[in-house]
């Protein structure tokens, strides 16, 4: 995955469609980083590809970051794979 960065809404949410593979590795990490996933479906291009994506809803663990402004999340796997989400 290349670096990639996508802003929290004023709500505290955010949006983002990424391959299975990387998506899941981010849907593992976000708990650690005081991230909930609110919501998850599967993409695909045409009715006759398979699923190649999947698209993610986060949200900011208010509980957990009542004082944290800014959650950054950086996934490592086979090299440096970062991925920040900022507010």
Known sequence: MACLHTLLS???TASLILPQYEGKQLIAA???????CTAVCEVQS??????SRL?????RDTAATASDTRT???IHE???IPLTLRR
């Open 78 to 80: 086979s090299g440096a």
């Open 30 to 36: 976000a708990p650690a980083h005081h991230l909930v």
């Open 46 to 51: 045409t009715a006759n590809k398979p699923v």
């Open 10 to 12: 004023d709500t505290g």
């Open 55 to 59: 698209l993610i809803a986060l949200a």
């Open 72 to 74: 950054p999340l950086i």
